[in-house]
C-alpha cells in the first residue's frame, strides 16, 4: 500500500525539521522536559535532544537522516558513558532490520546499562499516521483530511473520524454508596470546573420514574466520554455497579483509546480490568490532581490551533477556571515548543496559582529554548517565582538584570515595565530585611511614576506587613486617588483595616474590591472574616461559599 507518510519521511532532507518534529513526538509520547539542544543550527556534541522519563530517568534522543546506520550507531553511541543516559531513542529514517534492532538493543544493554528504543522509518509512519496527525500535518503538510493514501473502500462503512463525537456528558462516575463520599468529592470539583458529570444525586428529577436498568445501562456506555470508576471491597459486589461497569465495558470494547479511568480505593481486584491497567491511588493524589488529570484528558478531544488555545486559556482565567485555562496554555504550548511565549503563558498562571517551583521551571524552560526571542516578561515571572521560593540573591540579581536591560534597551513596555523590575528589587530588599533602602526604591518608584499606582501600592503594603497601619493606610489613599478602579488598593487598605480593628470600614473596602474584581477569591475570604469578627456569622459563610465555589 502507497503511503505519502512513508514517501515524505524518504524526501525528508532538512536534519534540523527532523529534530524539531522528533522533539514533537516525544513530547506527544508523554516525555517531560524535552529539550532540542541545538535548535537552530550548530554542534550539539552528538546530544541531539535530552528528555525525561515518567519515573524520573534520563533520556537521550539521537537523530539522523542518514542511510549508514550501522557506522552513524558506532559514532554517537560510542561517545555515551555507561549510567550516563537510562534511555537512549534513535529517530532515522531508514529500514532498521531486525537484526539490527537486536544488535543496537544489546550493545546498549550490555555496554551503557540502558533501554533502547528504535523508531526507524515504519515506527515514525505508524506515530504520525495513527496518534500524532498534527504533528505529521505540521512538517509533512499531511493534513487529516488530505493524506491521499490508497486504501480499500468498503461499501457502506462509515467515514472515522480522529475525534469522538459529542456527549451529553464529559464523566460518568461509577461507585458504590459506601463511596459516596469520594464520588462527592471528585463531582463537586469537576462541577466548579464546568464539567458536565453524570453523578446520581445531581440527576435525582431525572431519575425519577426511569426504568434505572435500561437508563443506567445507556447512561455509562453511550453518553459520557469517560466513565471514572472507583474500585473498592463495595464496588465488586454489588448488582448496582456490576451493571454499571458491564455497560462500560462494552463501550470500552468499541473504542480505540482508553474509556474507563479506574480509580483505587483499595487493593480489590474487578473483573474485567486487568491488572496492567493504569490507575490512580485515591490515596496517594488530591481530589484536585485527580481533577486535573481528567480536565487534561477531556481537552485531548478538541483539535485546535495555538492561537485558540491561548484564546481560550485567556477565557478560562477571566471566568475564574484556573485549572482550565493552565491545561490550555500547556496545549498551545505543546503545539509549538520552540516558542518562548508559551512557556512565559504557563509560568504566568503557575505563579498565581503560588507553584513556584513549577512556574520557574516552565520560565527555566522557555528561555533555553528561545533565547533569541524572549522578551523580559518571561524573567519578570522568573524573578517572581524566585521571590516566592526565598532565592532571594538569586531573585534579586534576576531584578538588577531586568533593570540594566530596560534602561539600556528602552522596553517597549514603558516606564510601567521599569517601575515593576524596580519595585520587584524593593520587594526581595525587604524580604531580607533590607527595610530602609527597599522603602528608600518605592520613594524613587513614587518620584519617576507619580501617577502610577505601583509605587505607592508596594510601599502601603510593605508598611501594612510591619504593622505601620495608619502610614500604610496614608499612602493607599493616595493609589486610591490615582486609580480608583484598581481592586488591589482596596485589599491592602482593607487589611489594614482589619489589623486596626476598624472592621466596618474594611468590610467596605472589601465590597469595593468584589465590585472592582468580582471574580477575585481573596476579598470573599477577607470579607468572610470581617463578618465573623462583626458577629455576623450567616452572610460570613455566604462570603466562604463563594471561595469554596471558586477553588
Request: charged share 25%; net charge negative.
Amino acid at each position: 500500500m502507497f503511503s505519502h507518510t512513508i514517501a515524505a519521511l524518504e524526501k525528508f532532507d532538512n536534519q534540523h525539521d527532523f529534530e524539531r518534529m522528533c522533539a514533537d513526538i516525544l513530547n506527544a509520547s508523554g516525555y517531560k522536559n524535552v529539550v532540542l539542544m541545538a535548535p537552530r543550527g550548530g554542534s550539539d556534541g552528538g546530544v541531539d535532544i535530552t528528555f525525561t522519563t515518567d519515573s524520573g530517568g534520563k533520556g537521550l534522543a539521537c537523530v539522523t537522516l542518514r542511510k549508514d546506520i550501522d557506522t552513524k550507531f558506532k559514532e554517537d553511541f560510542s561517545k555515551r558513558k555507561a549510567g550516563e543516559f537510562n534511555v537512549y531513542v534513535l529517530f532515522c529514517t531508514a529500514y532498521l532490520t531486525a537484526s539490527q534492532k537486536l544488535q543496537f538493543t544489546q550493545y546498549c544493554l550490555n555496554t551503557l546499562q540502558a533501554e533502547f528504543i528504535p523508531n526507524d522509518i515504519e515506527t515514525i509512519r505508524s506515530l504520525l499516521d495513527s496518534t500524532m496527525l498534527l504533528i505529521r500535518e505540521k512538517y509533512l503538510h499531511i493534513s487529516p483530511g488530505n493524506e491521499n493514501v490508497k486504501v480499500p473502500s468498503t461499501a457502506g462503512a462509515e467515514e472515522e473520524t480522529p475525534f469522538p463525537q459529542h456527549y451529553p456528558y464529559d464523566v460518568a462516575l461509577s461507585y458504590s454508596s459506601e463511596d459516596r463520599s469520594y464520588a462527592e468529592a471528585l463531582a463537586n470539583t469537576l462541577q466548579r470546573q464546568g464539567i458536565k458529570v453524570f453523578y446520581d444525586k445531581y440527576e435525582k428529577s431525572t431519575l425519577w420514574g426511569q426504568d434505572l436498568y435500561t437508563y443506567l445501562s445507556d447512561i455509562y456506555q453511550n453518553k459520557a466520554h469517560y466513565c471514572v470508576i472507583f474500585i473498592s471491597q463495595h464496588y465488586a459486589t454489588k448488582l448496582w455497579t456490576t451493571h454499571e461497569r458491564k455497560a462500560a465495558q462494552a463501550r470500552a470494547f468499541t473504542e480505540q483509546r482508553a474509556y474507563i479511568l479506574p480509580i483505587r480505593l483499595d487493593k480489590t481486584e474487578i473483573p474485567g480490568i486487568l491488572p496492567t491497567v493504569a490507575y490512580l491511588d485515591w490515596h496517594e493524589e488530591t481530589v484536585e490532581s485527580i481533577a486535573f488529570t481528567i480536565l487534561e484528558k477531556l481537552e485531548d478531544f478538541s483539535p485546535k490551533s495555538r492561537q485558540q488555545w491561548f484564546q481560550e486559556c485567556e477565557a478560562y482565567w477571566e471566568d475564574g477556571y484556573a485549572e482550565k485555562a493552565l491545561i490550555a496554555s500547556k496545549k498551545a504550548t505543546s503545539i509549538d515548543p520552540y516558542d518562548w511565549y508559551g512557556y512565559y503563558k504557563t509560568a504566568w498562571i503557575l505563579e498565581r496559582l503560588e507553584q513556584h517551583q513549577e512556574a520557574l521551571a516552565m520560565c527555566e524552560q522557555g528561555i533555553q529554548r528561545d533565547p533569541t526571542n524572549c522578551e523580559d516578561i518571561i524573567y519578570f515571572v522568573k524573578a517572581g517565582a524566585l521571590l516566592g521560593l526565598k532565592r532571594y540573591n538569586e531573585a534579586l540579581t534576576t531584578y538588577e538584570q531586568l533593570l540594566q536591560n530596560q534602561y539600556k534597551h528602552k522596553s517597549p513596555y514603558g516606564i510601567q515595565s521599569y517601575l515593576e523590575a524596580l519595585c520587584g528589587k524593593g520587594n526581595v530588599l525587604f524580604e531580607l530585611e533590607r527595610y530602609d533602602e527597599a522603602f528608600d526604591i518605592y520613594e524613587t518608584a513614587i518620584q519617576l511614576g507619580p501617577i502610577i499606582t505601583i509605587g505607592y501600592q508596594n510601599k502601603g503594603y510593605s508598611l501594612y506587613l510591619l504593622d505601620r497601619n495608619e502610614e500604610a493606610l496614608a499612602v493607599l489613599e493616595e493609589a486610591i486617588r490615582i486609580a480608583p478602579k484598581d481592586a488591589y488598593s482596596y485589599q491592602v487598605k482593607g487589611d489594614a483595616l482589619y489589623d486596626l480593628k476598624r472592621f466596618e470600614e474594611a468590610l467596605a473596602a472589601y465590597e469595593i474590591a468584589i465590585q472592582l474584581k468580582p471574580k477575585d477569591k481573596y476579598s470573599y475570604r477577607r470579607k468572610g472574616d470581617t463578618l465573623k469578627a462583626l458577629n455576623r456569622p450567616v452572610e460570613a459563610q455566604q462570603a466562604y461559599e463563594v471561595v469554596k465555589e471558586r477553588q
